[in-house]
């Protein structure tokens, strides 16, 4: 009832770059790089992600406090280094 008339299928056009001297930089210029990146850290930013993802939780940001408090020897029942 309310469908409109199917439109024509446009016709199909493929680009053709003939190998020559200015290939390489009329292709860069047209399209961007198509580099994928799966890892999730790099050199610089391990560190940080890490403890992040780390002590996100709360159980790993918890047991991280009683072993800083463990080495305070006032508060220790026991030897600083051997409690951790």
């Known amino acids: 009832m309310f469908r409109s008339a199917p439109r024509p299928p446009r016709p199909r056009r493929v680009p053709f770059h003939p190998r020559g001297a200015d290939f390489d930089e009329t292709w860069r210029e047209e399209f961007c790089d198509n580099v994928v990146v799966t890892s999730k ?36 029942p026991v030897n600083p280094v051997t409690s951790v």
């Not at 050199?43 to 002590?55: A, C, D, H, I, T």
């Not at 072993?67 to 305070?72: E, T």
């Open 41 to 76: 850290y790099t050199l610089w930013n391990f560190l940080p992600k890490n403890l992040f993802e780390q002590f996100r939780r709360v159980a790993n940001f918890y047991f991280l406090v009683m072993m800083i408090l463990s080495w305070i020897p006032g508060l220790s």
